[in-house]
């Protein structure tokens, strides 16, 4: 008589110790790619420190400047409602972070806003001995309340600065002109490696391995198809500021602003022949994009030490007559 079959044992345990072994190797492999992930991450944070050290913008600055603040868009910015005696002047700030009066509900105005860098931001001069000030100030006493001028200016800024500041704010408040006034700031020196103003970006946001793999693609780009002119000089080449400028006067045009090229000049411009670069280009790129270009140069008497609080920076008297030479060239052309 043949007896039963009865189930193993053995196959019900063999079955359990594959389970294990495969649950083990998954445990492991998800604990190597767990480790290598952090790996990179770590190296990627190394690599986002040693590339933030290159870049045009303190990041760490700012924490303690009680002037200005960190801007994801536009490197710093002014702190807001400021009201401080500095050693040779009197800076205030509006709710919007910018050397002005509260800016006036539209009520049919003629709106200016100024974009410059420290030159028109008014470095060594109170609040009401600005360019931009006096303008208003003569602009209103021509025709009463029709005129704001808004001082956009910032120490420091350039024209990639002052773009950036034109399409995310500068646009909002409806100007009907544009004063460009840059051309000193963007030709600052790039250590090897270093970036310039149009590869600036703000890396701590981003997780290490992104950068790291934005990073390498970069590279593999440049090795493809290497930098035509050879390895960065200047924080903005000539061609980057010409199409910074020409970037302006196209977001101008689409709102129906009008736009000016400023030039300011420094004291060695002052009484001489021979004329700059920066200043040959400045007229070239005001032809270039159809924009007015004014040139205060020919404003400024020589010998020009009564006008200037250094070099580079005009004291009030030299403001004034630059407000004087700008009111000039609004009040009789074909602008408004």
Same mark, same amino acid.
């Given at each position: 008589?043949?007896?039963?079959? %009865?189930?193993?044992?053995?196959?019900?345990?063999? !079955?359990?110790? %594959?389970?294990?072994?495969?649950?083990?190797?998954?445990?492991?492999?998800?604990?190597?790619?767990?480790?290598?992930?952090?790996?990179?991450?770590?190296?990627?944070?190394?690599?986002?420190?040693?590339?933030?050290?290159?870049?045009?913008?303190?990041? %760490?600055?700012?924490?303690?400047?009680? +002037? /200005?603040?960190?801007?994801?868009?536009?490197?710093?910015?002014?702190?807001?409602? =400021?009201?401080?005696?500095?050693?040779?002047?009197?800076?205030?700030?509006?709710?919007?972070?910018?050397?002005?009066?509260? +800016?006036?509900?539209?009520?049919?105005?003629? *709106?200016?806003?100024?974009?410059?860098?420290?030159?028109?931001?008014?470095?060594?001069?109170?609040?009401?001995?600005?360019?931009?000030? =006096?303008?208003?100030?003569?602009?209103?006493?021509?025709?009463?309340?029709?005129?704001?001028?808004?001082?956009?200016?910032?120490?420091?800024?350039?024209?990639?600065?002052? =773009?950036?500041?034109?399409?995310?704010?500068?646009?909002?408040?409806?100007?009907?002109?544009?004063?460009?006034?840059?051309?000193?700031?963007?030709?600052?020196?790039?250590?090897?490696?270093?970036?310039?103003?149009?590869?600036?970006?703000?890396?701590?946001?981003?997780?290490?391995?992104?950068?790291?793999?934005?990073?390498?693609?970069?590279?593999?780009?440049?090795?493809?198809?290497?930098?035509?002119?050879?390895?960065?000089?200047?924080?903005?080449?000539?061609?980057?500021?010409?199409?910074?400028?020409?970037?302006?006067?196209?977001?101008?045009?689409?709102?129906?602003?009008?736009?000016?090229?400023?030039?300011?000049?420094?004291?060695?411009?002052?009484?001489?022949?021979?004329?700059?670069?920066? *200043?040959? =280009?400045?007229?070239?790129? !005001?032809?270039?994009?159809?924009?007015?270009?004014?040139?205060?140069?020919? !404003?400024?008497?020589?010998?020009?030490?009564?006008?200037?609080?250094?070099?580079?920076?005009?004291?009030?008297?030299?403001?004034?007559?630059?407000?004087? /030479?700008?009111?000039?060239?609004?009040?009789?052309?074909?602008?408004?």
């Amino acid at each position: 008589m043949t007896e039963p079959n %009865t189930p193993s044992c053995s196959g019900g345990t063999d !079955a359990r110790r %594959t389970v294990g072994l495969r649950l083990a190797g998954l445990l492991l492999f998800a604990a190597t790619l767990l480790f290598c992930l952090l790996l990179l991450e770590f190296a990627g944070r190394a690599y986002i420190a040693r590339i933030t050290e290159k870049m045009p913008v303190d990041f %760490t600055a700012y924490q303690t400047d009680f +002037i /200005h603040q960190y801007d994801g868009k536009l490197g710093w910015a002014m702190r807001p409602n =400021l009201d401080v005696s500095l050693p040779t002047y009197r800076l205030t700030t509006n709710s919007q972070g910018l050397r002005n009066k509260e +800016i006036r509900q539209a009520k049919g105005q003629v *709106r200016i806003v100024a974009l410059g860098d420290s030159r028109t931001f008014g470095e060594g001069a109170d609040n009401e001995h600005t360019w931009p000030a =006096l303008l208003e100030k003569k602009l209103n006493e021509y025709k009463p309340g029709l005129f704001e001028v808004i001082n956009a200016g910032v120490s420091g800024y350039n024209a990639f600065q002052g =773009l950036r500041y034109l399409e995310t704010r500068g646009m909002e408040l409806k100007p009907n002109l544009v004063i460009s006034a840059f051309g000193v700031n963007e030709w600052g020196k790039v250590e090897p490696g270093g970036a310039g103003w149009l590869e600036w970006e703000d890396l701590s946001s981003q997780w290490g391995i992104e950068a790291l793999l934005r990073g390498a693609i970069k590279g593999c780009a440049a090795m493809v198809s290497p930098p035509p002119f050879g390895p960065r000089e200047f924080r903005m080449s000539p061609g980057e500021y010409v199409d910074a400028l020409n970037c302006m006067q196209k977001l101008c045009r689409r709102q129906g602003a009008a736009f000016s090229v400023l030039y300011l000049p420094s004291v060695p411009e002052i009484g001489i022949t021979d004329i700059f670069a920066v *200043r040959w =280009l400045s007229e070239g790129i !005001a032809g270039y994009c159809s924009a007015a270009y004014w040139d205060a140069t020919e !404003a400024i008497p020589a010998p020009p030490d009564a006008y200037y609080v250094d070099p580079f920076h005009f004291n009030a008297s030299g403001n004034e007559l630059i407000a004087d /030479h700008l009111f000039e060239k609004i009040t009789t052309g074909p602008l408004f």
